[in-house]
């Protein structure tokens, strides 16, 4: 069973950055962000592979050139890195992990069984 708990949530400014972070318990193979909006169902926005070298690093369109996920291994820790904020930005944002490989739909929440229990962003 792998717990994972969420970090660095908080209101920004639109057009401005901010990192937040996800620590794992344990080993996974890969780990992901999705985000919900009030009103809103939950959708997939970043994933990046944990159980090995190669990153598999996948993203929403809607966040493609603004977002990157990153990793620490070492740390078991991944990583959202926001920039260019925008208001529909907003939404508790959740960590999701793997610890069975996925080939695809890596931003399908039924890919990932272990869940943490979100970190509010908010831009205004």
């Known amino acids: 069973h792998v717990q994972l708990v969420e970090s660095g949530g908080r209101s920004v400014q639109a057009g401005g950055a901010l990192t937040i972070s996800c620590a794992a318990s344990g080993a996974t193979r890969r780990m992901a962000w999705f985000r919900q909006a009030p009103g809103k169902e939950r959708e997939g926005v970043a994933s990046?592979?944990?159980?090995?070298?190669?990153?598999?690093?996948s993203y929403a369109d809607s966040v493609k050139d603004r977002f990157t996920i990153a990793r620490d291994l070492a740390k078991n820790t991944v990583y959202l890195l926001m920039n260019s904020l925008k208001p529909e930005d907003t939404g508790i944002y959740y960590c999701?992990?793997?610890?069975?490989?996925?080939?695809?739909?890596?931003?399908?929440?039924?890919?990932?069984?272990?869940w943490g229990q979100g970190t509010q962003v908010t831009v205004s």
């Open positions: 990046i592979v944990t159980g090995s070298l190669s990153l598999g690093r």
């Open positions: 999701a992990a793997a610890t069975s490989p996925v080939s695809n739909q890596t931003l399908s929440p039924a890919a990932y069984p272990y």
